[in-house]
């Protein structure tokens, strides 16, 4: 029987770390925030921290993942991950355009259905992505294996893991959690680590397209949007209809963020020892007036749909953070 797989997808800097620690907290889940393998520049894959602060090649709870996939038949560890469709190593030379015809959306789940059928009969590029299926599979089982949990939540993001993993690893019926975050302060984010403006309101677009286009096909029950804000500033209520969704007891009341005990792999907050919760708004300090007006302009209809403030209600707290920066210089971040 298939196990109960879930997965979060949302863009970068949207909190899907902590969502990750607060999803491992559930009685029945485990999430290890980001299965797919650590980006190339890492040289050092051995040497990628987990949460708990070993290695990854030090951690005991990878390395019981590690022998649970051996048993499976799969050599699985740092420098052997290779769970990842998108650029994976598996494609050889070229493998940017072979990936690009083979693995990622063609923005229309009617073509990308037919289009990977088609690539599932490919002599070489057919079985390499049949491989990357049955490791993730695997990996799920050694997962749930080792925690002696009943869901697995899939903490990568990336809406084409659904389709892939859904056709290639028998995991048929899965449920979505849409994690969302107000374009200003994703912009303001994503800028702040060296994105460009622009591409930054482009790929948060992009990324609802997606997510609009599997939620039509999903059913109403699988599928849940959670608002970053509300994550962080109702936390214990977010977190009862997480829980619901994933099919998992409800957590303790009430929900605090806890940092041990938990093998999660993401962005460097992974690695803080702060238990707050607290809702990130450095955008005040980071969008001039008219860039908030850009973001909204371009973003409107998903701000009204998301319940995300007017601009007007920005240009306010904007207005009263410059008061407050005026009266305080060193209140500025
Ligand atoms: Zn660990």
Redesign the pocket.
């Known amino acids: 029987m298939s196990p109960a797989v879930g997965y979060v997808l949302s863009s970068a800097f949207s909190g899907s770390t902590l969502l990750s620690f607060l999803l491992d907290d559930l009685p029945d889940v485990a999430c290890v925030g980001e299965v797919t393998d650590v980006i190339d520049s890492v040289a050092d894959k051995a040497g990628y921290p987990?949460?708990?602060?070993?290695a990854?090649r030090d951690?005991?709870?990878?390395q019981a993942v590690s022998g649970q996939m051996e048993l499976r038949g799969f050599h699985f560890g740092a420098e052997d991950w290779n769970l990842r469709f998108h650029r994976s190593r598996r494609f050889g030379s070229r493998g940017w355009l072979k990936e690009r015809l083979t693995v990622r959306s063609l923005h229309n789940l009617t073509l990308d259905a037919w289009r990977d059928a088609a690539v599932s009969r490919l002599p070489r590029t057919g079985p390499a992505i049949r491989e990357i299926a049955l490791r993730n599979q695997a990996l799920v089982q050694s997962v749930l294996q080792v925690t002696g949990k009943s869901v697995f939540v899939d903490g990568s993001k990336d809406p084409r893991r659904v389709a892939l993993l859904r056709d290639l690893a028998g995991f048929t019926d899965p449920f979505v959690i849409h994690l969302l975050r107000d374009p200003v302060g994703f912009v303001a984010s994503a800028t702040g680590h060296g994105h460009s403006f622009e591409r930054s309101i482009l790929v948060w677009r992009t990324m609802m397209r997606h997510c609009e286009h599997l939620q039509e096909v999903t059913p109403p029950e699988r599928w849940l949007n959670v608002r970053y804000e509300d994550l962080c500033q109702d936390t214990t209520s977010t977190m009862s209809a997480v829980a619901k969704v994933c099919g998992s007891r409800l957590p303790a009341v009430p929900v605090v963020l806890g940092r041990t005990g938990h093998?999660v792999r993401g962005n460097m907050m992974r690695l803080d020892q702060s238990t707050t919760i607290a809702l990130d708004t450095r955008w005040q300090d980071r969008l001039t007036p008219e860039q908030l007006r850009v973001v909204c302009d371009k973003t409107k209809r998903y701000r009204q749909e998301l319940g995300y403030p007017e601009l007007d209600s920005l240009l306010a707290g904007l207005s009263s953070r410059l008061d407050e920066r005026e009266a305080d210089p060193t209140a500025a971040s």
Do not use: I, L, Q
């Not at 951690?59 to 990878?62: I, V």
């Open positions: 987990c949460s708990c602060g070993k990854v951690c005991d709870f990878w093998h």
